[in-house]
């Protein structure tokens, strides 16, 4: 079990901006006597906190960064997009949700490809690693499209808003969000974690030496290969 707990870790700036924005959000609730907001800003609030149950079930640590990502990612998808009717408001939400998700999954992606070869990135073909994290987001959203259109055709929704355009707009997002997630793993198999993305990877790979055996920390002075 990791040592580090959700008191004593630090967070980043994402998830307490998340926190104190679903505090007051629950906080102007009960002022209102909005019950149905109290309750939507604790359920989402106790999504937020899946990160670190995760961490605790798998013994894995995650980045801040990436913890912090996630959580904005429950808050604007859920609360800010459903309940602040964000995606009616503003028609760039969806672009910024999807796009953002894709890169956070195809960075999954590349760290579960990771495993597979212990960590060593010098073992792993940097171009065949990248289009697996590619391919994985991809089908992340496509099983999402499929989702959608189950639950406007069996229950009468409308989430796919204006059918077969906005499932295509989708798809297309996120396979630009794709590429960018594919594209950080790549620059670290090629180059090592040194900025934003990349360094997101290799924070992951330092902080869980028990699941990679150390082995990318060991090769970090020897260039990769091609």
């Known amino acids: 079990m990791p040592t580090d707990t ?33 309750f939507l800003a604790g359920v989402v609030t106790a999504l937020t906190l899946m990160p670190f149950i995760f961490e605790s079930w798998t013994d894995l640590r995650l980045p801040k960064s990436f913890i912090g990502a ?3 990612f429950i808050v604007g ?22 796009t953002g998700s894709a ?13 597979f070869v212990r960590g ?12 697996m994290a590619f391919s994985f987001a991809v089908s992340i959203g496509a099983l999402w499209e499929i989702f959608e259109f189950g639950m406007d055709v069996l229950f009468g929704m409308n989430m796919q808003k204006s059918g077969l355009v906005d499932t295509m707009f989708d798809l297309i997002v996120d396979s630009i969000g794709a590429l960018i997630g594919a594209g950080a793993g790549y620059w670290y198999l ?10 997101t990877i290799e924070k992951f790979v330092r902080d869980n030496p028990h699941v990679f ?3 990318d920390t060991e090769a970090e002075a020897r260039p990769a290969k091609s």
């Open 6 to 38: 959700l008191t004593n870790r630090t967070h980043s700036v994402f998830t307490w901006v998340s926190w104190a924005l679903l505090a007051g959000a629950a906080a102007f609730g009960v002022f209102t006597g909005n019950w149905n907001m109290v």
């Open 70 to 72: 996630i959580t904005l």
């Open 77 to 98: 998808t859920i609360f800010l997009g459903e309940v602040g009717d964000f995606y009616e408001r503003f028609w760039w939400w969806d672009v910024v949700m999807h």
């Open 103 to 115: 890169i956070g999954f195809a960075m999954i992606g590349t760290v579960i490809m990771l495993i």
């Open 120 to 131: 060593d990135r010098l073992t792993a073909p940097p171009l065949l690693l990248a289009v």
């Open 190 to 199: 090629k180059r090592g974690g040194t900025r934003f993305l990349p360094l």
């Open 213 to 215: 055996d150390g082995q």
